[in-house]
Protein backbone atom coordinates (compact mmCIF):
# COMPACT_ATOMS: atom_id res chain seq x y z
CA UNK A 1 0.00 0.00 0.00
CA UNK A 2 1.34 3.63 -0.88
CA UNK A 3 3.06 5.66 2.07
CA UNK A 4 1.86 8.61 3.26
CA UNK A 5 4.39 9.21 5.71
CA UNK A 6 8.04 7.93 6.07
CA UNK A 7 9.32 9.23 9.46
CA UNK A 8 13.48 8.84 10.30
CA UNK A 9 15.05 9.07 13.65
CA UNK A 10 12.85 12.20 14.59
CA UNK A 11 14.26 13.63 18.33
CA UNK A 12 13.03 15.66 20.41
CA UNK A 13 14.64 17.53 22.93
CA UNK A 14 13.70 20.24 25.38
CA UNK A 15 16.39 22.51 26.89
CA UNK A 16 19.83 23.28 25.99
CA UNK A 17 20.96 19.80 25.60
CA UNK A 18 24.45 18.60 25.51
CA UNK A 19 26.60 15.26 24.14
CA UNK A 20 25.06 13.04 26.49
CA UNK A 21 21.45 13.60 26.21
CA UNK A 22 20.61 10.86 24.07
CA UNK A 23 22.56 8.34 26.17
CA UNK A 24 21.45 8.62 29.15
CA UNK A 25 17.84 9.23 28.89
CA UNK A 26 15.06 6.75 27.45
CA UNK A 27 13.93 3.21 28.27
CA UNK A 28 17.06 1.76 29.49
CA UNK A 29 18.05 5.20 31.16
CA UNK A 30 14.72 4.57 32.71
CA UNK A 31 14.76 8.41 32.28
CA UNK A 32 13.82 11.25 29.79
CA UNK A 33 15.74 13.83 32.20
CA UNK A 34 19.39 14.36 31.10
CA UNK A 35 20.86 13.92 33.87
CA UNK A 36 23.87 16.13 33.23
CA UNK A 37 21.86 18.99 31.68
CA UNK A 38 18.52 19.02 32.51
CA UNK A 39 17.01 18.76 28.85
CA UNK A 40 13.93 16.33 28.72
CA UNK A 41 14.64 14.24 25.56
CA UNK A 42 10.55 14.09 24.64
CA UNK A 43 11.71 11.63 21.83
CA UNK A 44 14.80 9.88 20.90
CA UNK A 45 14.96 8.57 17.15
CA UNK A 46 11.49 7.84 16.11
CA UNK A 47 11.06 5.78 13.17
CA UNK A 48 7.80 4.50 11.38
CA UNK A 49 5.46 4.75 8.75
CA UNK A 50 1.82 5.35 7.56
CA UNK A 51 0.66 3.82 4.67
CA UNK A 52 -2.80 5.43 2.86
CA UNK A 53 -5.97 4.94 5.01
CA UNK A 54 -4.32 3.30 7.79
CA UNK A 55 -5.19 4.17 11.61
CA UNK A 56 -1.94 3.95 13.33
CA UNK A 57 -1.90 4.07 17.36
CA UNK A 58 0.67 5.56 19.41
CA UNK A 59 0.27 4.70 23.18
CA UNK A 60 2.45 5.43 26.64
CA UNK A 61 1.87 6.51 29.54
CA UNK A 62 2.01 9.98 30.46
CA UNK A 63 5.18 12.10 29.90
CA UNK A 64 6.05 9.30 27.09
CA UNK A 65 6.28 11.79 24.23
CA UNK A 66 3.11 10.85 21.68
CA UNK A 67 1.66 14.32 21.92
CA UNK A 68 4.80 16.02 21.03
CA UNK A 69 4.80 13.42 18.37
CA UNK A 70 1.94 14.51 16.75
CA UNK A 71 2.78 18.40 17.21
CA UNK A 72 5.85 17.92 15.60
CA UNK A 73 4.99 16.22 12.56
CA UNK A 74 1.67 19.51 12.40
CA UNK A 75 4.06 21.75 12.69
CA UNK A 76 3.10 22.92 16.57
CA UNK A 77 6.91 21.83 17.33
CA UNK A 78 9.89 22.15 15.72
CA UNK A 79 12.42 18.77 15.92
CA UNK A 80 15.75 18.63 17.10
CA UNK A 81 16.84 15.89 14.35
CA UNK A 82 15.32 13.54 11.91
CA UNK A 83 13.56 13.31 8.45
CA UNK A 84 9.76 12.98 7.54
CA UNK A 85 8.73 12.81 4.15
CA UNK A 86 4.90 12.93 3.33
CA UNK A 87 3.65 11.35 0.03
CA UNK A 88 0.06 13.13 -1.48
CA UNK A 89 -0.84 12.60 -4.98
CA UNK A 90 2.73 10.94 -5.47
CA UNK A 91 4.42 14.16 -4.69
CA UNK A 92 6.92 14.06 -2.08
CA UNK A 93 7.52 16.49 0.44
CA UNK A 94 10.44 16.84 2.83
CA UNK A 95 8.43 18.37 5.48
CA UNK A 96 11.02 19.77 7.82
CA UNK A 97 13.10 21.28 5.33
CA UNK A 98 10.39 23.42 3.85
CA UNK A 99 10.06 27.19 4.71
CA UNK A 100 7.44 28.55 7.04
CA UNK A 101 5.08 29.67 4.31
CA UNK A 102 4.95 26.01 2.27
CA UNK A 103 4.52 24.24 5.81
CA UNK A 104 1.48 26.24 6.56
CA UNK A 105 0.41 25.61 3.27
CA UNK A 106 0.59 21.77 4.15
CA UNK A 107 -1.27 22.22 7.59
CA UNK A 108 -3.92 24.18 6.26
CA UNK A 109 -4.27 21.95 2.81
CA UNK A 110 -3.44 18.33 3.87
CA UNK A 111 -3.18 17.82 7.42
CA UNK A 112 -5.93 17.42 10.10
CA UNK A 113 -5.64 17.94 13.91
CA UNK A 114 -8.38 17.23 16.40
CA UNK A 115 -6.84 18.05 20.10
CA UNK A 116 -7.90 16.66 23.24
CA UNK A 117 -8.63 19.89 24.70
CA UNK A 118 -10.87 22.01 22.01
CA UNK A 119 -9.91 25.35 23.09
CA UNK A 120 -6.76 24.69 21.20
CA UNK A 121 -8.52 23.28 18.16
CA UNK A 122 -11.45 25.49 18.01
CA UNK A 123 -11.75 29.48 18.65
CA UNK A 124 -14.67 29.69 20.95
CA UNK A 125 -15.22 33.33 19.98
CA UNK A 126 -16.76 32.82 16.97
CA UNK A 127 -19.66 30.43 15.77
CA UNK A 128 -19.11 26.41 15.11
CA UNK A 129 -20.14 27.09 11.60
CA UNK A 130 -17.43 29.97 11.73
CA UNK A 131 -14.68 27.96 12.95
CA UNK A 132 -14.95 25.34 9.90
CA UNK A 133 -14.98 28.27 7.16
CA UNK A 134 -11.83 29.38 8.34
CA UNK A 135 -10.79 25.90 7.35
CA UNK A 136 -12.44 26.10 4.04
CA UNK A 137 -11.32 29.46 3.54
CA UNK A 138 -8.01 28.17 3.97
CA UNK A 139 -8.87 25.21 1.66
CA UNK A 140 -9.75 28.28 -1.38
CA UNK A 141 -13.64 28.15 -0.92
CA UNK A 142 -14.84 31.59 -0.98
CA UNK A 143 -18.66 31.48 -2.06
CA UNK A 144 -20.90 32.48 1.01
CA UNK A 145 -23.66 29.66 0.06
CA UNK A 146 -21.26 27.14 -1.32
CA UNK A 147 -18.95 28.05 2.41
CA UNK A 148 -22.43 27.46 4.14
CA UNK A 149 -23.20 24.09 1.96
CA UNK A 150 -20.51 22.75 3.16
CA UNK A 151 -20.59 23.57 6.49
CA UNK A 152 -23.76 21.94 6.63
CA UNK A 153 -22.73 18.58 5.40
CA UNK A 154 -19.71 18.83 7.75
CA UNK A 155 -22.01 19.14 10.83
CA UNK A 156 -23.93 16.38 9.15
CA UNK A 157 -21.34 14.17 9.13
CA UNK A 158 -20.02 14.59 12.23
CA UNK A 159 -24.12 14.01 13.24
CA UNK A 160 -24.09 17.98 15.05
CA UNK A 161 -27.66 19.74 14.71
CA UNK A 162 -27.17 22.11 11.83
CA UNK A 163 -29.52 24.86 13.58
CA UNK A 164 -26.51 24.81 16.35
CA UNK A 165 -24.11 26.00 13.30
CA UNK A 166 -24.36 29.57 14.19
CA UNK A 167 -24.13 29.25 17.69
CA UNK A 168 -20.45 29.57 19.45
CA UNK A 169 -18.70 26.47 20.81
CA UNK A 170 -19.34 27.34 24.98
CA UNK A 171 -22.42 26.81 24.70
CA UNK A 172 -21.50 22.95 23.60
CA UNK A 173 -21.04 19.81 25.72
CA UNK A 174 -17.64 18.66 25.12
CA UNK A 175 -18.38 15.75 22.91
CA UNK A 176 -20.05 18.07 20.52
CA UNK A 177 -16.82 20.04 20.59
CA UNK A 178 -14.88 17.09 19.59
CA UNK A 179 -17.47 16.95 17.24
CA UNK A 180 -16.80 20.24 15.71
CA UNK A 181 -13.27 19.79 16.09
CA UNK A 182 -13.02 16.62 13.63
CA UNK A 183 -15.66 18.53 11.28
CA UNK A 184 -13.59 21.53 10.81
CA UNK A 185 -10.85 19.14 10.19
CA UNK A 186 -12.50 17.44 7.71
CA UNK A 187 -13.20 20.69 6.01
CA UNK A 188 -10.48 20.66 3.72
CA UNK A 189 -10.86 16.93 2.93
CA UNK A 190 -7.13 16.12 4.06
CA UNK A 191 -5.45 12.63 3.54
CA UNK A 192 -3.56 12.65 6.92
CA UNK A 193 -5.36 13.45 10.07
CA UNK A 194 -4.07 13.27 13.52
CA UNK A 195 -5.95 12.58 16.63
CA UNK A 196 -4.64 13.63 20.46
CA UNK A 197 -6.46 12.04 22.95
CA UNK A 198 -9.89 13.46 21.58
CA UNK A 199 -12.34 10.87 23.97
CA UNK A 200 -9.81 11.18 27.22
CA UNK A 201 -12.26 12.96 29.53
CA UNK A 202 -15.60 12.31 27.76
CA UNK A 203 -18.32 10.39 29.27
CA UNK A 204 -18.45 6.79 28.12
CA UNK A 205 -21.16 6.43 25.90
CA UNK A 206 -20.12 9.84 24.51
CA UNK A 207 -17.00 8.53 23.82
CA UNK A 208 -18.24 5.33 22.16
CA UNK A 209 -20.00 7.45 19.71
CA UNK A 210 -16.83 9.60 18.60
CA UNK A 211 -14.57 6.73 18.42
CA UNK A 212 -17.54 4.80 15.68
CA UNK A 213 -17.52 8.28 14.03
CA UNK A 214 -13.84 8.35 13.65
CA UNK A 215 -13.91 4.75 12.61
CA UNK A 216 -16.93 5.37 9.85
CA UNK A 217 -14.68 8.43 8.41
CA UNK A 218 -11.60 6.28 7.96
CA UNK A 219 -13.54 3.58 6.06
CA UNK A 220 -15.81 6.19 4.13
CA UNK A 221 -12.89 8.82 3.02
CA UNK A 222 -9.89 6.85 3.74
CA UNK A 223 -8.13 9.14 5.89
CA UNK A 224 -4.85 8.35 6.70
CA UNK A 225 -4.32 8.43 10.69
CA UNK A 226 -2.43 9.02 14.04
CA UNK A 227 -4.46 7.99 17.13
CA UNK A 228 -2.37 9.32 20.48
CA UNK A 229 -3.98 7.42 23.32
CA UNK A 230 -2.93 6.13 26.82
CA UNK A 231 -6.68 3.73 26.48
CA UNK A 232 -6.13 0.70 25.16
CA UNK A 233 -9.40 0.26 24.37
CA UNK A 234 -9.12 2.64 21.93
CA UNK A 235 -6.43 1.11 20.61
CA UNK A 236 -7.87 -1.56 20.49
CA UNK A 237 -10.84 -0.46 18.01
CA UNK A 238 -9.68 2.05 16.10
CA UNK A 239 -5.47 1.09 15.04
CA UNK A 240 -4.39 -1.28 12.74
CA UNK A 241 -0.63 -1.13 14.19
CA UNK A 242 0.79 0.47 17.05
CA UNK A 243 3.47 2.26 18.30
CA UNK A 244 4.17 1.78 22.15
CA UNK A 245 6.26 4.37 23.79
CA UNK A 246 8.34 4.96 27.10
CA UNK A 247 11.14 8.07 27.68
CA UNK A 248 10.55 9.04 24.16
CA UNK A 249 11.53 5.54 22.42
CA UNK A 250 9.11 3.18 20.99
CA UNK A 251 9.34 0.15 22.73
CA UNK A 252 7.14 -2.26 20.90
CA UNK A 253 5.64 -2.18 17.55
CA UNK A 254 3.07 -4.02 15.47
CA UNK A 255 0.15 -4.98 14.53
CA UNK A 256 -2.68 -4.50 17.55
CA UNK A 257 -3.68 -7.86 17.52
CA UNK A 258 -0.69 -9.29 18.15
CA UNK A 259 0.46 -6.77 20.24
CA UNK A 260 -2.38 -7.32 22.56
CA UNK A 261 -2.61 -10.53 22.65
CA UNK A 262 1.38 -11.61 22.93
CA UNK A 263 2.71 -8.52 24.38
CA UNK A 264 7.02 -8.68 24.17
CA UNK A 265 8.01 -5.67 26.29
CA UNK A 266 7.37 -5.74 30.08
CA UNK A 267 5.97 -2.55 30.24
CA UNK A 268 3.34 -3.02 27.13
CA UNK A 269 2.76 -6.38 29.33
CA UNK A 270 2.13 -4.78 32.11
CA UNK A 271 -0.77 -2.17 30.09
CA UNK A 272 -2.40 -4.94 28.59
CA UNK A 273 -2.83 -7.09 32.15
CA UNK A 274 -4.04 -3.78 33.63
CA UNK A 275 -6.66 -3.15 31.39
CA UNK A 276 -7.67 -6.78 31.54
N1 LIG B 1 7.22 22.77 26.05
C1 LIG B 1 7.86 21.87 26.77
N2 LIG B 1 8.97 22.19 27.46
C2 LIG B 1 9.65 21.28 28.21
N3 LIG B 1 9.28 19.98 28.32
C3 LIG B 1 8.17 19.60 27.65
C4 LIG B 1 7.40 20.52 26.86
N4 LIG B 1 6.36 19.83 26.32
C5 LIG B 1 6.46 18.57 26.77
N5 LIG B 1 7.54 18.43 27.57
C6 LIG B 1 8.01 17.19 28.22
O1 LIG B 1 8.24 16.23 27.19
C7 LIG B 1 7.86 14.93 27.64
C8 LIG B 1 6.86 14.35 26.67
O2 LIG B 1 5.65 15.10 26.77
P1 LIG B 1 4.34 14.73 25.93
O3 LIG B 1 3.31 15.77 26.26
O4 LIG B 1 4.72 14.57 24.52
O5 LIG B 1 3.96 13.32 26.54
P2 LIG B 1 2.62 12.52 26.40
O6 LIG B 1 3.01 11.09 26.26
O7 LIG B 1 1.76 13.10 25.34
O8 LIG B 1 1.94 12.77 27.81
P3 LIG B 1 0.41 13.06 28.18
O9 LIG B 1 -0.31 11.79 27.89
O10 LIG B 1 0.47 13.39 29.64
O11 LIG B 1 -0.03 14.21 27.32
C9 LIG B 1 7.32 15.11 29.05
O12 LIG B 1 8.36 14.78 29.97
C10 LIG B 1 6.96 16.57 29.13
O13 LIG B 1 7.08 17.06 30.44
Given at each position: ???V ?14 L?C ?56 L ?52 N ?37 P ?78 G ?16 H ?11
Amino acid sequence: MAKVLEVNKITKIYGKQCLDCLRMTGEAANTNICPRCGSVVALQDISFQLHHGEILGVMGESGSGKSTLVQMLYFDQLPSAGEVIFTDKETKYDIFSLNAAQQRWLRNHKFGMVYQNPHLGLNFRISAGGNIAERLLMGDLFNYGQIRDCIRRLLERTEVSTQRMDCLPTSFSGGMQQRVQIARALAIDPPLLFLDEVTTGLDLSVQAKILDLILEIQQQLGVAMIVVTHDLGVIRLLASRTLVMKYGQVVESGLTDQILEDPQHSYTQQLVASAL
